[in-house]
């Protein structure tokens, strides 16, 4: 059982920047590949950034890459995603996730757990 918080959103202007955490609890965190989706009003879910246990591997989507940036810390069981350059559609409730395997995949489906969501807004 992994319980997931996420922090770190807030009101921004375009261009600047946020750092999100995602605080884990349980034993399995440090094998488990570890994801940020987003979500904005009336679309889907979808993933953003992912990364696996060790760190070694991660994906982007391709309307983040360059900007964003997955990362974890297996001693703190957290994982961050640093956003930089923001822009406006990239306002959307980020939720964290984690799966019970050390693959990435971006069906969300496949994730096991999730954080409760932290809302980012980027006015322009």
């Known amino acids: 059982q992994v319980q997931l918080v996420e922090s770190g959103g807030g009101l921004v202007q375009a261009g600047d920047s946020l750092i999100l955490s995602c605080a884990a609890s349980?034993?399995?965190?440090?094998?488990?590949?570890m994801g940020w989706f987003r979500q904005s009003p009336g679309k889907e879910r979808v993933l953003v950034a992912a990364?696996?246990?060790?760190?070694?591997?991660?994906f982007y989507a391709d309307s983040v890459k360059g900007r964003f940036t997955i990362s974890r810390d297996n001693a703190k069981t957290t994982t961050y995603l640093q956003m930089n350059t923001l822009k406006p559609e990239d306002t959307a409730v980020y939720y964290c996730?984690?799966?019970?395997?050390?693959?990435?995949?971006?069906?969300?489906?496949?994730?096991?757990?999730w954080g409760q969501g932290t809302q980012v807004t980027v006015s322009s």
């Open positions: 996730a984690a799966r019970s395997s050390d693959t990435i995949v971006a069906v969300k489906s496949w994730y096991d757990y």
């Open positions: 349980g034993r399995t965190f440090s094998t488990s590949a």
């Open positions: 990364i696996t246990s060790s760190g070694r591997n991660t």
